[in-house]
């Protein structure tokens, strides 16, 4: 079993949906939680990070960290065509620590 | 938020020469850098963790001999491939930890290394 799962996609959704992108792991000992965006040729860009378990709202994203069901979600509301990219989930067990990614899901945002 | 720069953006370089890969936090102090190697479409890779003053811990697989880093000062690592083949033509990128105790990481916009 991979540390950190995530649904690869493509996913295609049309301009103005809400978008559900997902993580799940297993090491019990992840405290950290980010959600990275990386668009094509570009190094990943911070957009939401959260610690231990609970919800965390900026602007149209909101994360959710579930630790006892080792589940991590981002959602995306009013989704707009610049928000194609490739959503990386990311998790560490504390500071100076290296981050395990996901694999990355592919969103595309249909005008 | 905090700012980190990689350069160059994009090299192309004969097989056999070596290539090095600077990678600075702009704004912030960074006691630790990470280097990671991403193929198309795949995610990024962790190849070493820099530890400002300290010798890199590599990861599994990675050959140190053939990927040096550097984390002479607070605000600079590089990376440096030495005798370069078209198999390490990649995506390189770095990310620098922030000061803040959540320990999130900031990257560069990496770097394109084409060997031919």
């Known amino acids: 079993q991979k540390e950190v799962e995530q649904d690869p996609g493509p996913l295609s959704v049309p301009e103005g949906a809400i978008v559900s992108l997902n993580c799940t792991y297993s090491n019990s000992a992840f405290q950290y939680f980010m959600w990275y965006r990386q668009y094509s040729r570009k190094g990943p860009e911070l957009l939401m990070y959260?610690?231990?378990?609970g919800n965390k709202e900026d602007g149209r994203f909101t994360a959710q960290v579930d630790k006892s069901s080792k589940y991590i979600s981002l959602f995306i509301r009013d989704s707009q065509p610049s928000d194609s990219a490739t959503y990386l989930c990311?998790?560490?067990?504390?500071?100076?620590?290296?981050?395990?990614f996901g694999p990355g899901t592919r969103l595309s945002v249909l005008p | 938020g905090a700012v980190v720069s990689q350069h160059p953006s994009w090299v192309i370089c004969k097989s056999g020469t070596s290539v090095k890969i600077e990678c600075r936090s702009l704004d912030f102090q960074a006691t630790t850098m990470f280097w990671y190697r991403q193929f198309p479409k795949q995610s990024l890779m962790l190849m070493a963790t820099s530890n400002e003053g300290s010798k890199a811990t590599y990861e599994q697989g990675v050959e140190k001999d053939k990927f040096l880093i550097n984390h002479a000062s607070l605000t600079l690592s590089t990376l440096t491939v030495t005798s370069a083949h078209p198999e390490d033509s990649s995506f390189y990128i770095c990310s620098a930890c922030g000061t803040g105790d959540s320990g999130e990481q900031y990257f560069g916009p990496g770097t394109r290394l084409t060997v031919t």
């Open positions: 959260t610690y231990s378990s």
């Open positions: 990311a998790m560490s067990g504390g500071y100076g620590q290296n981050f395990v």
